[in-house]
């Protein structure tokens, strides 16, 4: 089992207090981790790669029981950075919050998920128990994807359910965006402005944002472009440019305009994408565009269900953010819940409400009880 003298709050607190930012390693973290699911009975896969930087990134894929399909929970062990103004490391009880980075997003439902698994026989499960932790989630879902391609337990045989532990105040989630970024290039010459012999990049991209500034409103209020499942109902259509820092005195050799789109299901966002392309072709710019679609199971689907027999909520709903269910979707059933709030993710003061996560537990073990008991 895992350590004895462990509640979900000890176990939060010791993740919290083990830093594991995604600028850095989280072998260390990992390394804790696994540990954990070992004395529980688990069978560990260790999946790894190293960055450019060269720092290693570790995810780990754990299994409890045999046979086939079964209950995943997936998580993720990175955090965004600390910030600065407290002390995002030392976790804190204040006021019936956990205070600490990741707190919420998201150790504390990881912690969650692994002391429902402990609170299990092993001996009675009938159908296997799976705890997948990656690196990465926060910086483009790195290792969710090596372990979708890579990890040889998962290929033997991916769970027919899966819970993504994201904080959703522990109301089940059937479907959330995506995100697609597009990148229009224009290349200038640059030149100072007293010799008038140079090329403004920013001037041969204006025509192009006028377009994309007329298309604002289209994106808001065309029904092609809206699903009314989600609040706000739109792509969150944006845009931001880069001329890398030219001076006033100088045209500009290079301008890059960034535009994003969250997708939504059933939603034809590959038109929308079409049309920038097309018009940024209109003014010979470059273009490039790279991201994932959104995240979508039924309502009525059997995980949704479950999960809302397990928490006592009448109705599923949907969330703006994106997770890393949207890498695992075209194998296992899934569903996202987990507790605390995501307003609080990524802030200064990161806390999620100890008596939610406490709860969670509870949940989770119901889960666990109808699908692999």
Aim: glycine content about 8%.
């Amino acid at each position: 089992m895992i350590r004895t003298s462990y509640d979900v709050l000890q176990l939060t607190k010791d993740l919290v207090a083990i830093p594991s930012p995604s600028n850095i390693s989280n072998a260390a973290v990992s390394d804790f981790l696994e540990a954990q699911l070992k004395q529980g009975g688990f069978e560990i896969e260790r999946l790894s790669y190293t960055e450019p930087t060269g720092e290693a990134k570790v995810s780990l894929v754990a299994k409890l029981g045999q046979g086939t399909g079964g209950l995943g929970f997936f998580s993720h062990s990175d955090t965004v950075p600390g910030d600065q103004g407290w002390s995002p490391f030392d976790p804190v009880e204040q006021d019936g919050r956990l205070l600490g980075r990741g707190s919420c997003d998201m150790k504390g439902p990881l912690a969650a998920t692994m002391m429902a698994a402990a609170s299990i026989d092993a001996s009675k499960l009938r159908k296997p128990l799976y705890i997948v932790v990656t690196a990465d989630e926060e910086v483009g879902y790195g290792g969710a994807y090596q372990v979708e391609q890579a990890s040889t337990i998962l290929h033997e045989n991916w769970p027919t359910y899966g819970v993504v532990a994201e904080p959703t105040q522990m109301i089940p989630v059937y479907a959330h965006k995506g995100g697609i970024s597009l990148y229009v290039t224009a290349h200038g010459q640059a030149a100072h402005t007293s010799t008038d012999r140079g090329v403004s990049a920013n001037f041969l991209i204006a025509p192009f944002l006028a377009e994309m500034a007329a298309l604002v409103p289209v994106f808001k209020t065309d029904e092609r472009y809206l699903n009314h499942e989600f609040a706000p109902p739109t792509f969150g259509f944006n845009m931001v440019l880069d001329d890398f820092g030219c001076k006033s005195n100088v045209t500009a050799a290079k301008t890059v305009c960034t535009l994003s789109l969250r997708t939504m299901p059933n939603v034809n966002h590959e038109d929308a994408i079409a049309l920038i392309v097309e018009k940024a072709k209109k003014y010979d710019l470059e273009v490039t565009w790279r991201g994932a679609g959104p995240f979508h199971v039924a309502p009525d689907a059997e995980i949704v269900q479950m999960a809302l027999q397990a928490t006592g909520i009448a109705k599923a709903e949907t969330v703006p953010f994106g997770t890393e269910a949207l890498v695992y979707q075209t194998h296992t059933q899934q569903v996202i819940l987990g507790p605390g709030n995501i307003a609080q993710a990524h802030t200064v003061g990161e806390w999620i409400d100890v008596a939610q996560l406490s709860s969670a537990v509870e949940i989770y073990r119901r889960l666990i009880e109808m699908v692999c008991l």
